[in-house]
């Protein structure tokens, strides 16, 4: 059975961001877009969160990606979380990229979310990932909960 325990996507009533399906939860794809502006995230100093602290003290020089993977896993662990889950109950993440050759950056971000060990990934080259042109990023998840 689907049961939905979140609110609709701020972004359209019609797009749900997350939803049970007995003990799994399966998120919708989500893009780094700020949703109370709407905009595109690309910038540490666009995050309001503690993310936005991630490029002080580093010597490598910031990647929209990285940006982008911070958005997207705060996004997304808000939505496991809401059903019941936590990211160490992801089972598999898909990872859609216009350049999987940046993989390793958006790879050191998801370890913020996940620790040492991330989940069984799929990462699916794609010419764009959102109707959002300047998004090269777009990640779903499914968790399994103790729960049905």
Avoid: C
């Avoid at 997304?76 to 992801?90: C, F, I, R, T």
């Amino acid at each position: 059975r689907k049961e939905v325990r979140i609110d609709p996507h701020p972004l359209t009533g019609f797009y749900l961001s997350a939803v049970n399906a007995g003990p799994l939860v399966l998120t919708a794809g989500e893009v780094a877009i700020d949703t109370s502006v709407p905009r595109f995230l690309n910038r540490f100093d666009q995050i309001d969160d503690e993310g936005r602290s991630l490029p002080y003290g580093r010597i490598h020089e910031e990647k929209p990606i990285m940006v982008e993977s911070w958005h997207v896993y705060s996004r997304l662990k808000e939505y496991v979380e809401a059903s019941g889950a936590s990211m160490d109950d992801v089972v598999h993440q898909a990872v859609y990229m216009v350049n999987p050759d940046e993989y390793p950056a958006l790879e050191r971000i998801a370890t913020l979310f996940y620790g040492s060990r991330l989940p069984p990934t799929t990462v699916v080259p794609v010419l764009g990932a959102t109707p959002y042109r300047q998004a090269t990023l777009e990640i779903e998840v499914v968790a399994v909960t103790d729960g049905g």
